[in-house]
T-cell receptor, first 113, second 112 residues
Framework: ELKVEQNPLFLSMQEGKNYTIYCNYS?????LYWYRQDPGKSLESLFV?????AVKQEGRLMASLDTKARLSTLHITAAVHDLSATYFC?????????????FGKGTHLIIQP | NAGVTQTPKFQVLKTGQSMTLQCAQD?????MYWYRQDPGMGLRLIYY???????DKGEVPNGYNVSRLNKREFSLRLESAAPSQTSVYFC???????????FGNGTRLTVT
């Protein structure tokens, strides 16, 4: 059974600081996704990581994937208040198919002025 | 372009009542999914439909049924609602393998 663990689950940080969210998963996969959810809203796709060593960046967010360590990171650089949200990683089982993603429990991020 | 549309947005049911959550996508996607989101639990897959004409159970299917009516529509039915089914339900779709899921805006369901 595929398990996806995120940490921390809750993070309060100050504007201007850097921080990293970690996503570990339990079985072989080379496809990992990051989503953002604002309170009371739907999920928005941020990054799609499809191979070992993949790195994607968008503004102050950078995501990477290490399939050998079964680890993905979401790094926040010089945080701003607008990045306050809940961030989810989700993993696709190895072997292909369209049988859905397994999500972590989410990291609730609060960025304070 | 509406994307993934879910109805209703809110619903309150009494224990034992039934209802159907509707989902439609206009992106010509092959695969569709139903997830539930509970506080501190992330999203858990209820049922999915990899392609038109097929449906399969996900992680938490008990108490639910689904119908893939056509390529666009995928409905979720609660036959006899229970308080444990109080949750936010999200429908999602995807085009092809390796593409991200596109989510609807969710249905907030309360069962009393």
């Amino acid at each position: 059974e595929l398990k996806v663990e995120q940490n921390p689950l809750f993070l309060s940080m100050q504007e201007g600081k850097n921080y990293t969210i970690y996503c570990n998963y339990s079985t072989t996969s080379d496809r990992l996704y990051w989503y953002r959810q604002d309170p009371g809203k739907s999920l928005e796709s941020l990054f799609v990581l499809l191979s070992n060593g993949a790195v994607k960046q968008e503004g102050r967010l950078m995501a990477s994937l290490d399939t050998k360590a079964r680890l993905s990171t979401l790094h926040i650089t010089a945080a701003v208040h607008d990045l306050s949200a809940t961030y989810f990683c989700a993993v696709d089982k190895a072997g292909g198919g369209a049988d859905g993603l397994t999500f972590g429990k989410g990291t609730h991020l609060i960025i304070q002025p | 372009n509406a994307g993934v549309t879910q109805t209703p947005k809110f619903q309150v049911l009494k224990t034992g009542q039934s209802m159907t959550l509707q989902c439609a996508q206009d992106m010509n996607h092959n695969s569709m999914y139903w997830y539930r989101q509970d506080p501190g639990m992330g999203l858990r897959l209820i049922y999915y439909s990899a392609s038109e004409g097929t449906t399969d159970k996900g992680e938490v299917p008990n108490g639910y049924n689904v119908s893939r009516l056509n390529k666009r529509e995928f409905s979720l039915r609660l036959e006899s609602a229970a308080p444990s089914q109080t949750s936010v339900y999200f429908c999602a779709s995807s085009a092809i393998y390796n593409s991200p899921l596109h989510f609807g805006n969710g249905t907030r369901l309360t069962v009393t």
